[in-house]
């Protein structure tokens, strides 16, 4: 009969021999995308109140925005107030929501410049749009999301530690935001509202080549 | 309101997941590693088996312990066993089995920890973090990401197994 302080004694025995069999650890030189989730998960238990709280907060504005969703579906005086991809910051995040009933049918575009060494590796088809995911062999990432209204009412960005810088793409004002941390994604939103589509690009790209990249996105239908 | 909860979080505590990263991470790699043998697989098993130590970190008295070693090894040996599981049902590159988990010979003098040893990886960190540890059930199966009546079922093969493993080596 085994009973379960034999278990306690020799589970803890076989642990200690296990640890005193470990494969020999070299300091591992670890991958830019392995850091940079670390980083974030780092961050997130440095902060993890502020973490909760703005996960709460985010749920609770996601599920406004769905109130605010319903009211305009029944409510024709409040459809005719309101049209268009509409930015609101809040804490470290920036909400877009789409406000209007002139919903368009869903456009398709492409990145038609991305650079030299990424390949694509994922296309990801939402009910509002598409995102397109590219690497590189140092496992950096390109990716390139578009919203159309058609499908989406919504959607947010983390722009915590963010630089804010105001720019043109092909004319139309766009947002630029560069990481203050050395080595990470930045990121450029802009709107296309005649096709009401709001897109963005995150690069490890500094804030020229982010607007040469949203430069070059071309609508395929 | 977010004066007041900066507050509480004590400098010890927002240390504590950053020393633990900085002191394990070399060994968390290297083991999943030993198992995987691509080191994207082996960073994204470090990294999964980081967020399962933030989710319990209050369960990590002290950082610098065997027992804390021991658990950190046993949650990233048990992610890299499912990675390893997973790939080897969609292949993609060659994986090698004798490399799926710790094995080693013991060499000790418990007789019971020898036999433990011979347990599959799952069946043994299980009894480990079990017994050795000291968690409830449905806290081991929240840390192996498995449903609480899975782990009822490992642990009641583990223990159908040690018994067999016993008696086959005369202890019982």
New interface residues.
């Given amino acids: 009969?085994?009973t379960?302080a034999?278990?306690?004694?020799?589970?803890?025995?076989?642990?200690?021999?296990?640890?005193a069999?470990?494969?020999?650890?070299?300091?591992?030189h670890?991958?830019p995308?392995?850091e940079r989730?670390?980083r974030k998960?780092?961050s997130?238990?440095?902060?993890?109140?502020?973490y909760l709280?703005l996960r709460y907060v985010a749920a609770v504005l996601l599920a406004v925005f769905t109130l605010f969703g319903a009211i305009l579906a029944v409510s024709p005086e409040a459809r005719a107030s309101v049209n268009g991809w509409i930015r609101r910051p809040f804490f470290d995040y920036l909400y877009y929501f789409y406000k209007g009933e002139d919903k368009t049918a869903m456009a398709e575009y492409e990145l038609t410049a991305v650079p030299k060494g990424y390949q694509l590796v994922d296309v990801i088809q939402s009910e509002g749009g598409k995102t397109y995911l590219y690497l590189k062999h140092d496992?950096s990432v390109l990716e390139f999301r578009y919203v159309c209204a058609a499908g989406t009412d919504h959607y947010f960005i983390s722009i915590k530690d963010f630089d804010q810088h105001s720019v043109t793409v092909n004319g139309v004002l766009a947002d630029v935001y560069i990481s203050k941390k050395e080595d990470d994604t930045n990121v450029i939103v802009w709107q296309d509202p005649s096709e009401n589509v709001v897109f963005h690009i995150f690069a490890e790209a500094d804030k020229a080549a982010l607007i040469e990249l949203a430069e070059s996105v071309q609508k395929t239908n | 309101m977010f004066v007041y909860l900066q507050m509480i979080e004590t400098p010890e505590e927002r240390s504590k997941f950053e020393s633990i990263y900085l002191l394990y991470r070399d060994t968390m790699y290297a083991v999943a590693y030993r198992i995987l043998q691509n080191p994207q697989d082996a960073e994204d098993t470090v990294h999964h088996t980081f967020l399962k130590i933030l989710e319990n970190l209050s369960k990590i008295p002290e950082i610098d312990c065997p027992k804390t070693k021991g658990y950190i090894v046993t949650i990233v040996e048990n992610r890299a066993i499912d990675i390893y599981r997973r790939k080897k049902a969609h292949p993609t590159v060659p994986y090698d089995e004798k490399n799926v988990g710790t094995t080693v010979a013991y060499d000790g003098s418990d007789a019971l920890a020898e036999c433990i040893l011979k347990l599959s990886p799952r069946q043994r960190n299980l009894l480990i973090l079990r017994y050795h540890h000291g968690y409830e059930l449905k806290e081991v199966a929240k840390m192996l990401g498995i449903t609480y009546s899975n782990a009822l079922t490992i642990e009641k093969r583990a223990k159908k197994k040690l018994k067999t493993i016993c008696e086959e080596a005369e202890m019982i």
């Fill in positions: 009969m085994i379960d034999m278990l306690r004694e020799a589970a803890g025995e076989a642990e200690r021999f296990l640890l069999h470990l494969p020999e650890s070299q300091p591992h670890f991958s995308r392995f989730r670390m998960l780092i997130r238990a440095n902060h993890p109140v502020r709280v496992r």
